[in-house]
C-alpha cells in the first residue's frame, strides 16, 4: 500500500491561478496611486505583455519623471506585494481540489515567494478552507524556497504521509519537481 496515492500537493502560481491575474491586479493597485492611473496601467501592462520583468515600476518612473514626486518604486514594490488580490481558481483547479477532497485524498499547498504577497493569494484564493494544509515556505527563510527539500518534508510530516504516497503539482521545471523527486514523490507539471 505505500505507492498508492493518498495526497497530493500543488504548487500555487501558474497552477491553481494564472499568475497574470496578479500581476494585472498589482499593477491597477499601484496605478491608483498615480496622477494618471489609466495611463500608469496601461504602460505596465504593455511591458508585461512584451516580457518585461523585475524593473517596470523603475521604467514606469523613468518614463513619467513627475510621478516620483508622488510614489518611490520601494513604495510601488510595496503596495503590489500587499495588495488585496483580485484573481481566482482556475475552475478545472477548484473542481479538481473538490474531487480530491471528496475522495479522501489529502491536499496542500507549497509556494515559494514574499510570504506577505503569498499570504494575500491565498486569503483571495480561501485556500486554508479548501486544502488540508498550505506551506508559504517564505515563513521557513529564503534558502527554505525550492528547490530546497525543507517545504517537501514538512508537508510529509503534516500530512502524516510518506514520500511514496505523494504528488507534487506544479509548473516551473526549473524549480518545482527537483526537491520531490529526489524525496520519491510523484510529480505532474501543468503547461
Do not use: C
Request: charged share 30%; aromatic share 8%.
Amino acid at each position: 500500500m505505500s505507492g498508492q496515492i493518498r495526497g497530493v500537493v500543488f504548487d500555487m502560481d501558474d497552477t491553481l491561478y494564472l499568475e497574470r491575474d496578479y500581476v494585472r491586479s498589482g499593477f491597477r493597485a499601484v496605478s491608483e496611486q498615480l496622477p494618471d492611473s489609466a495611463r500608469a496601467f496601461a504602460r505596465m501592462w504593455e511591458w508585461f505583455e512584451a516580457g518585461v520583468r523585475g524593473d517596470t515600476f523603475d521604467r514606469l518612473l523613468k518614463a513619467e519623471p513627475e510621478w516620483a514626486n508622488r510614489v518611490t518604486t520601494a513604495a510601488m514594490v510595496d503596495i503590489y506585494r500587499s495588495h488585496r488580490p483580485q484573481i481566482e481558481l482556475l475552475s478545472p483547479a477548484a473542481k479538481l481540489l473538490l474531487d480530491l477532497q471528496k475522495g479522501g485524498i489529502s491536499t496542500g499547498v507549497l509556494t515559494d515567494g514574499p510570504k506577505s504577497a503569498q499570504r494575500a493569494k491565498v486569503d483571495a484564493l480561501r485556500l486554508a478552507h479548501r486544502v488540508d494544509q498550505v506551506l508559504m515556505t517564505d515563513t521557513l527563510g529564503r534558502e527554505h524556497w525550492k528547490p530546497s527539500e525543507s517545504g517537501f518534508i514538512w508537508m510529509e510530516e503534516q500530512l502524516g504521509l510518506p514520500a511514496q504516497q505523494l504528488v507534487y503539482i506544479g509548473d516551473n521545471p526549473l524549480k518545482d519537481f527537483i526537491a520531490p523527486k529526489r524525496r520519491g514523490w510523484a510529480t505532474v507539471r501543468l503547461r
